[in-house]
């Protein structure tokens, strides 16, 4: 959990400054809207996983293995979200296409399974059942499991998700933890932190450089610069 907390202390000293939106119509996106959505994105993606890792922390530190798993989860899929985004921005940024650049955000803001699905019985607004369709997980994961292979030359997301899943369903994976067996005996025992969990990471890592990628893509050097940071402070280590 070192890397965890190093990156959960330096993102919390972090100042979020307010991102204000362009005075463009969202009809006719330019570059400074697309620039606009992309710092969003990422000021929400710092907001949101510095948040979830104080809980990690916490719940690690109580020995509470089994409920830090499933934030681990919730991370994992965060960092694949990420290398998504990454994925089909930078070409449309490369090419200067920025109605494209900020279609993909636009519609990651908007998209809500849910409501298009059942929202006609609980009042949900005519333009919230027309808003677009949410892209599946499994496109985020193979997002992440080709940035993997490309970063490193080699990839274990597949391997990694499917574990932190089989222990956040109902499964007997879950049980395993709290019985220590001993011939016919079973003795029940508390499960210890989250230490082993695969991937943890490797997968903060690459959250942090697919982040300052997204900063870098929008020309945004104030959070880039405090995220760097906490890269080289994190990579240093391991390096040596």
């Not at 070192?2 to 972090?14: F, N, Q, Y």
């Not at 994105?41 to 949101?48: I, K, L």
């Not at 082993?196 to 450089?209: Q, S, Y």
Request: proline residues 5%; aromatic residues 10%; charged residues 20%.
């Amino acid at each position: 959990m070192s890397v965890l907390k190093t990156v959960e202390a330096g993102l919390r000293k972090i100042t979020l400054s307010p991102v204000i939106r362009p005075p463009v119509d969202f009809n006719a996106p330019n570059k400074e809207l697309a620039v606009f959505a992309m710092r969003l994105y990422a000021y929400s993606s710092v907001a949101h996983i510095r948040t979830i890792l104080g809980g990690l922390i916490v719940l690690d530190d109580a020995g509470n293995a089994p409920s830090a798993e499933l934030l681990c989860r919730h991370v994992f899929e965060w960092t694949a979200h990420a290398s998504y985004m990454v994925s089909k921005l930078k070409p449309y940024v490369e090419q200067n296409q920025w109605v494209e650049a900020f279609a993909i955000v636009s519609n990651f803001n908007g998209a809500n399974s849910w409501i298009k699905q059942h929202g006609h019985k609980y009042g949900a607004a005519q333009i919230q059942l027309e808003a677009p369709d949410a892209v599946r997980l499994k496109h985020w994961i193979k997002a992440y499991e080709k940035f993997r292979t490309e970063e490193y030359g080699t990839a274990t997301v597949e391997d990694g998700y499917g574990y932190l899943s089989e222990h956040s369903h109902p499964s007997a994976a879950c049980f395993l933890q709290y019985r220590d067996i001993r011939g016919a005996e079973i003795r029940f025992v508390q499960p210890g932190n989250a230490s082993r969990l695969p991937e943890l990471d490797h997968c903060m890592i690459d959250w942090l450089g697919l982040t300052y990628t997204i900063l870098a893509l929008a020309k945004e050097d104030t959070l880039r610069t405090a995220m760097l940071r906490i890269i080289e402070k994190v990579v240093t280590p391991i390096q040596s």
